[in-house]
């Protein structure tokens, strides 16, 4: 999200760079978002 939800913007909380949020009825987590490589399959 770029901006903030309510007129305030009293409950403005940056997001770091890198990483993800998950937003739900019990509250708001913030997670480091660091994806695996792709992996390529041998043909055989």
């Known amino acids: 999200m770029?901006?903030?939800f309510d007129r305030d913007?009293?409950?403005?909380?940056?997001?770091?760079?890198?990483?993800?949020v998950?937003?739900?009825?019990d509250g708001m987590t913030i997670r480091p978002f660091a994806p695996e490589p792709a992996r390529l399959a041998?043909?055989?």
């Open 9 to 20: 913007g009293g409950d403005w909380q940056p997001i770091p760079p890198s990483s993800f």
């Open 42 to 44: 041998l043909a055989v």
């Open 2 to 4: 770029s901006e903030p």
């Open 22 to 25: 998950t937003i739900t009825r």
